[in-house]
């Protein structure tokens, strides 16, 4: 593809990676998945995420630049945030009506929780893959304040 052409259909290199991005998200297993299983869809989602450590490199960065005034990224990662952090609140609303979310665990702070240390640990493991293991950190958070699949949840009194 020519530079000409390119430029036809992006007018900036930052349009350009966010449809990248855009893209991304819309190839991810976890917009396809349906398994029902939160736990098992994140930590299958962090395991796909670890194969393309370019996308996620380029994620990283893209979303700490659109925190300036004007950056073109600014709605992208505005609007991503904000439906990410709905959709693990409404999934852990449904953990907690199946009895699966631990008691006195909030789904709205869960949600941001969770989605802060998405991002955190994986710009750690950017940094440091031979160190840090995204899934194990997921996994153990999501072990704090959920019950396993299966266990039965006793009424307290």
């Known amino acids: 593809m020519s530079l000409s052409t390119l430029m036809h259909h992006f007018n900036t290199k930052e349009d350009l990676l966010l449809a990248l991005l855009e893209r991304r ?4 297993p976890g917009q396809r998945s349906g398994t029902n299983d939160l736990v098992a869809d994140v930590l ?3 395991r796909w995420n670890q194969t393309i450590p ?3 490199a380029l994620y ?3 979303s700490a630049e659109s ?3 004007g950056h073109p990224g600014r709605d992208y990662f505005t609007e991503r945030f904000t439906t990410v952090r709905r959709g693990f609140q ?3 609303e ?3 009506a199946a009895g699966r979310l631990r008691e006195g665990v909030d789904p709205r702070l869960a949600a941001g929780c969770i989605t802060a240390l998405w991002d955190g640990i994986q710009l750690q493991w950017l940094l440091q893959p031979d160190e840090i293991d995204v ?3 997921l996994r153990a958070f999501l072990d704090l304040i959920t019950h396993p699949a299966g266990e039965t949840i006793r009424p307290r009194g």
């Open 67 to 69: 925190i300036t005034d």
């Open 94 to 96: 449904r953990l907690r």
């Open 54 to 56: 370019e996308l996620i």
């Open 60 to 62: 990283t960065v893209l």
């Open 135 to 137: 899934v194990a950190y």
């Open 44 to 46: 299958s989602q962090a």
């Open 90 to 92: 409404e999934e852990f």
């Open 25 to 28: 998200d819309a190839d991810s």
